[in-house]
């Protein structure tokens, strides 16, 4: 299974902000929704946004609605998470994935499945 690679996580301080990148899986990148889940320690993994194959629909979960925001850049093979605002409870680790499902069913499930996943990238905020 081809890995994705996450980037740009680390420490920051409650109210500040993060980007986080993911190399996309390759040429064929474009064909693929993408997206972030997060998996906080002792719970389970959540949605946390995706994008459409265009870039032009965008969905999130409640929790990070104006907070987060998605993107990306298919002439680099880039997906991006601005995280602005960040709150403890953002702490976990962030995974990104890409798959043929549409962007907008990702709200009801997790990664487990899809077909390009990361290994994941550390996001720690601290009061």
């Known amino acids: 299974q081809v890995q994705l690679v996450e980037s740009g996580g680390g420490l920051v301080q409650a109210g500040g902000s993060l980007r986080l990148s993911c190399a996309g899986p390759g040429r064929t990148g474009s064909a693929y929704a993408m997206g972030w889940f997060r998996q906080a320690p002792g719970k389970e993994r959540e949605f946390v946004a995706s994008?459409?194959?265009?870039?032009?629909?965008?969905y999130y979960a409640d929790s990070v609605k104006g907070r987060f925001t998605i993107s990306r850049d298919n002439a680099k093979n880039m997906m991006y998470l601005q995280m602005d605002s960040l709150k403890p409870e953002d702490t976990a680790v962030y995974y990104c994935?890409?798959?043929?499902?549409?962007?907008?069913?990702?709200?009801?499930?997790?990664?487990?499945?899809?077909?390009?996943r990361g290994k994941g990238t550390l996001v720690t905020v601290s009061s």
């Open positions: 994935a890409a798959d043929r499902s549409a962007g907008s069913t990702w709200s009801r499930r997790t990664d487990y499945g899809m077909e390009f």
């Open positions: 994008i459409s194959l265009s870039g032009i629909n965008r």
